[in-house]
């Protein structure tokens, strides 16, 4: 491909994506500015309210499906009787696990028998439960508990101690007696996801503090950086009162915006709820849409222009394999035929290797056209060109060198090697069954075959091979000769 028609074409795609960049940016900013002029007209009367109410709602539906997995859990029949029966195959047990946490999307899941004090998880057994190990507190607190299950949040150890919200159920057994715990686990980042989508829905800040007023969790854009409410600014001075009556709505002034805040206790996991809204943040959905849009734009650009670019490069190839490629063989052509050469060549003088050409055409060729019609001759070339390429390797190259004639090019043959490979292909050609049972053709070929000699140009090696078939239809046809005739010679023109 030229250089000039390299920079036309790419001068074409940048400007196709100019044109495209201009229309989305155009139509994104309108959009923003109609949209920001009708927010700002509606955002007092038609402002949806939200209070902590709606995400505790939320938040206690996303805890009932993990609490609805650890009680099926609890209740399921396996699970007894693979207690009451010895705990014998610990791979039932872990296989049980593994397919409750794929199958539900938990972070692990876990099975502890009080039998046997031992703690049971997906990967098999993790260790010993023990009353005196405080990490184990959790077990005998749920072996306590009047309740059915608790919710709490701890290091799991089966995974790196990562800070994990557990639903621990009680097992019992058919006659009600406690016979081990079990239940899922979801790792804080998944809740901070929770939180995040919270936010993105309500357009609000979601964050937890524990009881001694601790920020445990937050999302992406809870806005404070501190560790603890009684070091937010504004904020620290109503926190006392925040921890004490578990429940309210506050307003404090931070970073110069005013923040209202409403707060609600969570008992099951012994935190507090906190749902702000800063109210200078009415225009932020519209901005963040914009830079969506934007973004949008750039990635539709860059998308367009990809295809162009590939429907270009595509275009460019087919009209390049138009130009090589045999159209009823689908061989390389005799124009390919000198680039290919010389890359053999050049490779050649790289690392010197033998090089042989093969070349043979159809027998009595223009018999089959008298006798059967062209359509047939055509079908009789496509199944030579097919038997042709079944039998040379990857490297070897095919042409259709006109006609009937084709050419070969074994990389890295020599003589004995080529003269092989044309009986290979000789023979498969004579027992092939050409035709239809109604009318059969019996086909065969003559071939010349030579090899590369340091000084050869294409027209010397070419020549040797065509001596060589012409040598091969003087004795009879059907046959492979080598040809020692260089092209510059003459001999008088090989029957068909």
């Known amino acids: 491909m030229s250089a000039r028609r390299l920079f036309n074409r790419r001068r074409l795609i940048l400007l196709l994506g100019l ?26 009367d038609q402002e949806l309210p939200l209070t902590a109410d709606n995400i505790y709602t939320e938040i206690q539906k996303d805890l009932v499906r993990p609490i609805f997995i650890s009680s099926m859990m609890a209740s ?86 990562k800070l994990t919200i557990f639903i621990n159920y009680r097992v019992l057994d058919y006659q009600q007696r406690f016979i081990g715990a079990t239940g899922i686990g979801l790792t804080v980042d998944a809740v901070r996801l929770l939180i995040n989508e919270y936010q993105q829905r309500y357009r609000r800040i979601v964050y937890f ?131 290919l050469l010389q890359q053999a060549l050049a490779e050649f003088q790289r690392v010197p290797q033998p090089l042989a050409l093969l070349l043979f055409d159809v027998d009595h060729f223009k018999r089959i056209n008298d006798s059967f019609g062209h359509l047939k001759g055509d079908n009789v070339l496509k199944d030579v060109a097919l038997l042709l390429r079944n039998n040379l390797r990857q490297s070897d190259l095919a042409f259709r060198w006109g006609g009937e004639e084709f050419l070969v090019v074994l990389k890295g043959s020599g003589v004995a090697d080529a003269v092989a490979v044309a009986e290979k292909i000789r023979t498969a050609i ?43 239809k003087r004795n009879g046809r059907n046959r492979v000769e080598c040809g020692t005739t260089d092209a510059s010679s003459t001999h008088p023109a090989a029957p068909a």
Not at 21 to 41: C, H, Q, V
Not at 106 to 111: E, G, L, N
């Open 76 to 161: 399921d029949t396996f699970v007894r009787d693979w207690v009451l029966h010895g705990e014998k195959d610990v791979g039932q047990m872990t296989r049980y696990l593994k397919e409750v946490q794929e199958r539900y999307g938990a972070f692990t899941s876990f099975f502890v028998s009080d039998r046997t004090s031992t703690y049971y998880q997906t990967q098999g057994v993790l260790k010993q439960v023990k009353p005196e190990e405080p990490r184990d507190a959790w077990y005998y607190r749920v072996r306590n508990l009047e309740s059915p299950y608790e919710i709490n949040v701890d290091p799991d150890l089966a995974n790196g101690d």
């Open 209 to 339: 503090v524990d009881a001694n007023g601790r920020i445990v969790l937050f999302g992406n854009q809870s806005g404070h950086l501190e560790s603890d409410i009684r070091e937010v600014e504004g904020l620290k001075q109503i926190a006392d009162k925040v921890l004490r009556e578990k429940a309210g709505s506050y307003q404090y002034h931070n970073k110069g915006s005013e923040h209202l805040l409403k707060v609600r206790f969570i008992p099951e996991l012994n935190w507090y709820l906190c749902v702000e809204k800063i109210e200078d943040e009415a225009l932020s959905s519209i901005r963040k849409a914009l830079y969506l849009n934007l973004a949008i734009c750039v990635l539709l650009t860059a998308v367009v222009m990809t295809l162009a670019r590939l429907v270009l490069n595509r275009y460019q190839g087919r009209l390049e394999e138009m130009a090589t490629i045999d159209k009823l063989t689908g061989l390389l052509n005799r124009q390919a035929f000198d680039i």
């Open 430 to 472: 004579a027992n092939h069954r050409f035709g239809t049972p109604e009318t059969p053709m019996q086909i065969s070929i003559s071939a010349g075959v030579t090899e590369y000699l340091p000084g050869d140009d294409a027209d010397r090696l070419v020549g040797r091979a065509d001596a060589g078939l012409y040598l091969a």
């Open 19 to 44: 044109l495209l960049s201009a229309g989305f940016m155009a139509t994104s900013l309108l959009s923003y500015m109609a949209s920001r002029d009708a927010i700002r007209a509606s955002i007092i």
